[in-house]
């Protein structure tokens, strides 16, 4: 059972993604919060698998608060989910620590999948998302010296794919693609898939 804590100012809005989401079997809403704060605080108290959190809450942010969760060592994976997507509330939430960043017209089946893929540590980007963030290309100058291979990999982990996954597209072990992704990281100066995904688009490795 994956359990999840839905973030937003609206109170239609929690109610209707919680029931959107406790309409599957494997999907159990533990509690909902209305700004960053109080989400901070209910993901520490009851220890959920995903927190769906909204970005511009009056009460205080979603990506303070994702910053907050990750400063406290939360284990929660973050899945935003929000109206906006400019290049800043892009990058920033990725950056902050969120597993991905969906628009709040994606589809119930959309969610539903984005969820079991941030728990099961994968990168998830809506296309408009991944868009936006293939603007942020920099010079080549400033690109930094992954291989082809390692490019390879990363644009797959862009594509929202799994290391196992990943493996069988290209022939190797999944150890191998996990080599690949700490030498990767290591480039990046990242910690993990979802801010090396962010990184490569913003240095146009990825565009």
Not at 55 to 65: C, E, I, K
Not at 125 to 143: C, D, K, N, Y
Request: proline share 4%; net charge negative.
């Amino acid at each position: 059972m994956i359990r999840v804590l839905v973030v937003d100012d609206h109170p239609v809005v929690r109610d209707g993604v919680s029931a959107t989401i406790s309409a599957d079997p494997g999907v159990e809403v533990v509690g909902q919060a209305s700004d960053g704060p109080q989400a901070v605080e209910m993901a520490a108290a009851l220890q959920p698998d995903v927190v769906i959190m909204d970005l511009r809450m009056p009460g205080g942010g979603g990506v303070d608060a994702v910053r907050a969760m990750k400063d406290r060592g939360l284990p929660a994976a973050v899945l935003v989910l929000t109206t906006f997507d400019t290049d800043s509330d892009t990058v920033a939430a990725i950056e902050a620590g969120a597993s991905g960043y969906l628009l709040k017209d994606s589809s119930a089946e959309t969610l539903l999948n984005a969820i079991r893929a941030t728990v099961a540590g994968e990168t998830v980007l809506s296309p408009a998302i991944a868009t936006r963030l293939a603007s942020h290309v920099r010079s080549p100058e400033t690109r930094a010296n992954l291989s082809a291979r390692e490019r390879e990999v990363l644009r797959l982990v862009a594509k929202g794919m799994a290391n196992r996954l990943i493996a069988r597209e290209l022939f190797v072990s999944e150890a191998t693609i996990k080599t690949h992704l700490t030498h990767i990281f290591e480039k990046l100066g990242v910690v993990d898939r979802a801010a090396a995904v962010a990184a490569a688009y913003e240095l146009g490795i990825l565009g």
